[in-house]
């Protein structure tokens, strides 16, 4: 096993069954990997390299944990106009439209929820009183949007996570794909995926986890294009007398939805558009597969 590294940005590389080596780096938050077939160590390690990068490009400009990313500078407008460049723009406009097809309950604007919600495994569930006030900070339509900028009103915020994880993903296997068409890749990002072809031998073969079967796949997904993406439980929730608490909240209520599948997962053409309908079939509660059966992807519900 080979390490790159780029000033303390080390990728590391080692062989998987059948010829493909896995390119491992850690970028927004979650590990993530790119599968290269075809290619020997050497050229999987510099062909995975410009997908860490724009990886890791995307995380700086959208993460809501850093004080000088363009989330964070949105945020601190207080009201006031911020100028944004293309990139941004479409990136909320494509917000918008989930917005509009959710019915207001995707909603970038309810991030102001984690003031109250820990998800990190423990029993610590807040109360109705945490929860209330913030409330009255959650709306995208009370966002002032034009072509090149954007006023969010004091005390409210936006939050991009929702978004970017599946962005990266479909950004970086554009870059791989316009590089070398020819090699089999698969881009992974903390379960977000997406491949532009399968490898010679056979389809990519990706497991899909459930919390309660942990270490094992509750199913297996053969891949040749395309992308999948899977929105629950199994790593993010409260655990409080015996009720499991899953990370979506319903920006209305502020509370986990009722009635929603422990995990929905979705293969589409790309990331963005798997991660998105994922999450909102998760919003929609008990009505996640009518929601999911208007739509030519294919899904998977686990309840």
């Given amino acids: 096993m080979t390490t790159q590294s780029s000033i303390a940005r080390p990728i590391e590389v080692a062989p998987r069954p059948s010829g493909v080596f896995a390119a491992r780096f850690l970028a927004m938050g979650c590990p993530c990997e790119v599968l290269v077939a075809g290619a020997d160590e050497a050229l999987a390690a510099r062909h995975a390299r410009p997908a860490a990068e724009e990886a890791w490009r995307i995380e700086a400009k959208f993460s809501r944990?850093?004080?000088?990313?363009?989330?964070?500078?949105?945020?601190?407008?207080?009201?006031?106009?911020?100028?944004?460049?293309?990139?941004?723009?479409r990136l909320i406009e494509y917000a918008a439209q989930c917005f509009d097809l959710s019915g207001g309950l995707f909603d970038i604007t309810s991030g102001v929820l984690r003031r109250a919600w820990?998800?990190?495994?423990?029993?610590?569930?807040?109360?109705?009183?945490?929860?209330?006030?913030?409330?009255?900070?959650?709306?995208?339509?009370?966002?002032?949007?034009?072509?090149?900028?954007?006023?969010?009103?004091?005390?409210?915020?936006?939050?991009?996570?929702?978004?970017?994880k599946e962005y990266a993903v479909?950004?970086?296997?554009?870059?791989?794909?316009?590089?070398?068409?020819?090699?089999?890749?698969?881009?992974?990002?903390?379960?977000?995926?997406?491949?532009?072809?399968?490898?010679?031998?056979?389809?990519?073969?990706?497991?899909?986890?459930?919390?309660?079967?942990?270490?094992?796949?509750w199913m297996v997904v053969e891949l040749t294009k395309g992308a999948l993406a899977t929105s629950g439980d199994a790593h993010r929730f409260l655990l409080k007398d015996g009720v499991r608490y899953?990370?979506?909240?319903?920006?209305?209520?502020?509370?986990?939805?009722?009635?929603?599948?422990?995990?929905?997962?979705?293969?589409?053409?790309?990331?963005?558009?798997?991660g998105t309908l994922s999450t909102i079939a998760l919003l929609r509660g008990a009505g996640a597969e009518e929601f999911l059966a208007g739509f030519s992807a294919r899904s998977w519900c686990l309840r």
């Fill in 246 to 274: 899953g990370h979506v909240l319903d920006p209305r209520t502020g509370w986990p939805v009722a009635g929603a599948p422990r995990s929905v997962t979705v293969a589409a053409s790309t990331c963005i558009e798997a």
């Fill in 118 to 164: 820990k998800f990190d495994g423990s029993d610590r569930v807040p109360t109705p009183a945490q929860i209330e006030p913030l409330l009255a900070h959650i709306g995208f339509p009370r966002l002032v949007r034009s072509a090149d900028a954007i006023a969010v009103p004091e005390g409210m915020q936006v939050d991009l996570g929702g978004l970017a």
């Fill in 65 to 89: 944990y850093r004080e000088d990313s363009v989330v964070a500078a949105i945020n601190a407008g207080a009201g006031m106009a911020v100028a944004i460049d293309g990139e941004t723009a």
């Fill in 170 to 217: 479909d950004r970086a296997l554009a870059i791989l794909d316009e590089a070398r068409p020819d090699l089999p890749v698969l881009v992974n990002f903390g379960g977000d995926l997406r491949a532009n072809r399968p490898p010679a031998h056979a389809p990519w073969q990706v497991g899909v986890e459930d919390a309660r079967s942990l270490p094992e796949p």
